[in-house]
């Protein structure tokens, strides 16, 4: 399937859709000393497929972890997408660490999930160029 030029740059990868998914350790400064640390799990999700997916929400009714990102994403625009915190704690001990990769992988399986679907649905084969539609 040829893609619009809209559609390409909407779903950000050359090749196909790109996403990505961070963890991210957050101090907290008060007055003059670190008053707490957070670790943080996102995921940033391209435009278009976050579109799609949440277009076929019913064909996704039985996935609870695709239903929470569509719920709780946020647009940032089309240089950040859809943005969705997977996870926040307060740095405790490396236990928290271990439960923010799991968070991540697990937005990582559910992003790949969305994938599968909408490389499906646009014809775009893994590894395989897409071409815009420059009409």
Same mark, same amino acid.
């Not at 893609?3 to 790109?18: A, D, F, R, V």
């Not at 076929?56 to 709780?72: A, E, G, H, T």
């Not at 646009?122 to 539609?133: F, R, S, V």
């Given at each position: 399937?040829?893609?619009?030029?809209?559609?390409?740059?909407?779903?950000?990868?050359?090749?196909?859709? &790109?996403?990505?998914?961070?963890?991210?350790?957050?101090?907290?400064?008060?007055?003059?000393?670190?008053?707490?640390?957070?670790?943080?799990?996102?995921?940033?999700?391209?435009?278009?497929?976050?579109?799609?997916?949440?277009?076929?929400?019913?064909?996704?009714?039985?996935?609870?972890?695709?239903?929470?990102?569509?719920?709780?994403?946020? &647009?940032?625009?089309?240089?950040?997408?859809?943005?969705?915190?997977?996870?926040?704690?307060? &740095?405790?001990? #490396?236990?928290?660490?271990?439960?923010?990769?799991?968070?991540?992988?697990?937005?990582?399986?559910?992003?790949?999930?969305?994938?599968?679907?909408?490389? #499906?649905?646009?014809?775009?084969?893994?590894?395989?160029?897409?071409?815009?539609?420059?009409?």
């Amino acid at each position: 399937m040829k893609l619009s030029q809209t559609q390409q740059e909407e779903l950000w990868g050359e090749g196909g859709p &790109y996403s990505q998914v961070r963890i991210v350790i957050e101090s907290r400064i008060l007055d003059d000393r670190v008053s707490r640390v957070f670790v943080e799990a996102e995921a940033d999700i391209n435009p278009l497929t976050f579109k799609i997916v949440e277009q076929n929400r019913k064909r996704f009714k039985n996935d609870r972890r695709i239903q929470q990102l569509l719920d709780y994403a946020d &647009y940032r625009g089309q240089e950040f997408g859809y943005v969705v915190s997977v996870f926040s704690r307060e &740095y405790t001990d #490396e236990h928290v660490m271990r439960e923010a990769r799991a968070a991540a992988e697990t937005a990582k399986a559910t992003l790949i999930k969305m994938y599968e679907f909408v490389m #499906e649905l646009l014809g775009i084969d893994a590894g395989e160029e897409y071409t815009a539609n420059t009409k």
